[in-house]
């Protein structure tokens, strides 16, 4: 009977009860607290999820952009070196007296548009060639769409790997200063005027006259003109040779960084 009494006054005393409380509450408490600590991570996790994705969705949208943006200045590249060598070997087959020409090694970089050794002398083929060519620069379009989508949508400025961001904007800042507004060179525009208001003629033309290394001779104007263009081509050809490398190069960089996404 004394220990029955003895478990009864254990069981009403206040303090007792209080503590019992006490343990279920603070129970209760780190229960909530633990599942909004597991929400929070659950929530920072998917979130840090969604932002890898993101960042491997515009990265590689990025890395396909500036390949397009290569395959068209290896194109540029091409197109040009055809350009400075065959308007050389045309200068030196009308006999122009010019040290920067007579010194050139003239040797295309490959055989896309000729697939011959540069003939020496006057070849009518590689001379029609050469005055189609003159007139086809190849304009630059850069495809700019996919750097201008990871920077409005925030995530490059999430991205942590600062020497991918460097050669980035080194590559962009370069290209759109050499072909940002890319057009038919002042060069080449003087070069047709020149023709049309001395010589009534187009500069498609000149593959029908018939002694056309003649017509160059006779011409100091002409020639003058020509070897401008040429340097100009050199320009446009090193250029896009430099800005091609990089274009490579930021390829590379950007292949490993969603590499390392995975």
């Not at 607290?33 to 590689?60: D, F, M, P």
Request: glycine letters at 2%.
């Amino acid at each position: 009977m004394s220990r029955l009494t003895n478990s009864n006054n254990l069981s009403d005393n206040p303090n007792n009860r209080f503590g019992v409380l006490l343990k279920y509450a603070l129970l209760e408490i780190v229960l909530v607290v633990a599942g909004i600590l597991l929400a929070l991570q659950i929530n920072n996790w998917n979130e840090s999820r969604l932002l890898t994705i993101q960042k491997k969705e515009n990265l590689i949208n990025l890395r396909d952009a500036i390949q397009k943006d290569a395959e068209l200045l290896r194109s540029i590249e091409t197109m040009n070196d055809f350009r400075f060598n065959s308007m050389a070997q045309l200068l030196r087959w009308s006999g122009i007296k010019d040290p920067s020409i007579d010194s050139l090694n003239i040797v295309l970089r490959d055989d896309t548009i000729w697939n011959q050794p540069i003939p020496n002398t006057f070849d009518r083929e590689f001379f029609d060639l050469t005055i189609t060519y003159i007139s086809r620069p190849r304009i630059m379009v850069i495809n700019s769409y996919a750097m201008e989508e990871i920077k409005s949508s925030g995530i490059y400025s999430k991205i942590r790997n600062l020497s991918l961001k460097n050669e980035v904007n080194t590559y962009y800042s370069d290209l759109y200063w050499v072909f940002g507004n890319d057009s038919q060179s002042r060069q080449l525009v003087e070069l047709g005027d020149y023709l049309r208001d001395n010589h009534n003629l187009l500069l498609s033309e000149l593959k029908f006259i018939k002694d056309p290394i003649r017509f160059i001779q006779q011409s100091f104007g002409l020639a003058v003109r020509i070897k401008s263009v040429m340097a100009r081509a050199n320009w446009r050809r090193t250029r896009a040779n430099t800005s091609r490398l990089q274009a490579e190069k930021v390829i590379k960089l950007i292949n490993e960084e969603v590499t390392s996404l995975n």
